[in-house]
Every structure is written in C-alpha cells, then in structure tokens.
T-cell receptor
Framework: QKEVEQDPGPLSVPEGAIVSLNCTYSNSAFQYFMWYRQYSRKGPELLMYTYSSGNKEDGRFTAQVDKSSKYISLFIRDSQPSDSATYLCAMKGGSSASKIIFGSGTRLSIRP | GAVVSQHPSRVICKSGTSVKIECRSLDFQATTMFWYRQFPKQSLMLMATSNEGSKATYEQGVEKDKFLINHASLTLSTLTVTSAHPEDSSFYIC????????????????FGPGTRLLVL
C-alpha cells in the first residue's frame, strides 16, 4: 500500500463547477499537508499548506484535513479553464528531517 | 516571496557529455534543497536531498557518481548529470526549504520551474 493515494483522473468538469480533489494516507505521523498545482512542463506551484487538522481557505480554494480519517481534500469553487492542471497532494511528518511524500497527482480539465 | 529559479530551462546534449543544472532560491535562504526527476504523466521522484555545506543524501537506486550535487551556499545548489545517456532524458526539478518564511511555511517546499533534459 502506498503511503499516499490519489486518484490520477483525468477529471473533467464544466466551467463554474465546484471541484473536489482528495487524497488518503496511511502514516499517522504526517503533520503538514500541502496541495501543489502543476501546469504541463512546469514545476509544481504551492497552492495551500495546512498544519494538522482543519480547514483553510484562500480565495476560491479550500483545503480540508481530517486526520482521524486520514483524508485530505482540496475544493475549487467557480472553476475556471485556467485551473486545468495536475494537482498534487503532499504531506510530511513533524520533524524537519522528514521528507515530503507526494501523491501521484490528479489531472483536472475545466471545460469552457 | 519564496521564489526558486532554475537554469537552464531546457537543454539538449549529446550522449556522453555532462550537463549542469543550477537551482537558486531568490528571496530566502535555502537550508535544504531537493532534486527530483519527473517522467511524463508521473509524479515526482526524489533523487537526493542536500543541506548547505554538507554532502547530499541520495535516494536508493540513484547513482551518486552520476548525479553530482553541490550545495555550496544557502541560495545555490547544482546538479551535474555526468556522462549523460538517452535514458537520463527527463524533467529535473529542484525545490528548496528554508528559514525566514514564517508561519510554518519553512516546513514546505518551493519548487523551481524545472529543466527539461534531452540526451541524443
């Protein structure tokens, strides 16, 4: 079993829809949870990071962490064609020496 | 803030030559830098972790004599692919984690734009 599981998609939704992206994980030591967006042939861009459980909102993006279920989500409201990209969840333990573990990424396409 | 640059953005070289890729943190001090490789439609594969002033730690299966990493300062790390072969063709991405970013963000990593290497 992988430490982090993420559905690779592709996921295609119409413009304006709410998008829900999810990851599950098995390591209860993870404390930091991140979402990265990666456009084709570009490096990943940090979108959201959360420490421990809870919600965090930034504009159209909301990140949720449920440590009891080992489940994290990223919601995108009022999705735009420019949101079309691959979204990678990532997480790491509390010590500075721990490595970030990435999900495999979900390819998202927003149809105009 | 938290900008990481990479140079070159793409490089084409002949088999057997060496290629150097630079990674710079532009507005923060990167105490740790990471080098990843990414094949098409796949996730990031960590190659090595380097801390400023010390030897890099390589992941299992990554040849340290082939992928030379130097992290000579808090803002610069280099990856040299020695005697490159076609199978080394890939997208190489560096990332950095550092001090002074505040709010726990020092635990996160910021990525460069990547370098596409094509070995003929």
């Amino acid at each position: 079993q992988k430490e982090v599981e993420q559905d690779p998609g592709p996921l295609s939704v119409p413009e304006g829809a709410i998008v829900s992206l999810n990851c599950t994980y098995s390591n209860s030591a993870f404390q930091y949870f991140m979402w990265y967006r990666q456009y084709s042939r570009k490096g990943p861009e940090l979108l959201m990071y959360t420490y421990s459980s809870g919600n965090k909102e930034d504009g159209r993006f909301t990140a949720q962490v449920d440590k009891s279920s080992k489940y994290i989500s990223l919601f995108i409201r009022d999705s735009q064609p420019s949101d079309s990209a691959t979204y990678l969840c990532a997480m790491k333990g509390g010590s500075s020496a721990s490595k970030i573990i990435f999900g495999s990424g979900t390819r998202l396409s927003i149809r105009p | 803030g938290a900008v990481v640059s990479q140079h070159p953005s793409r490089v084409i070289c002949k088999s057997g030559t060496s290629v150097k890729i630079e990674c710079r943190s532009l507005d923060f001090q990167a105490t740790t830098m990471f080098w990843y490789r990414q094949f098409p439609k796949q996730s990031l594969m960590l190659m090595a972790t380097s801390n400023e002033g010390s030897k890099a730690t390589y992941e299992q299966g990554v040849e340290k004599d082939k992928f030379l990493i130097n992290h000579a300062s808090l803002t610069l790390s280099t990856l040299t692919v020695t005697s490159a072969h076609p199978e080394d063709s890939s997208f190489y991405i560096c990332s950095a984690r550092g001090a002074g970013l505040g709010g726990g963000a020092g635990e996160t990593q910021y990525f460069g734009p990547g370098t596409r290497l094509l070995v003929l």
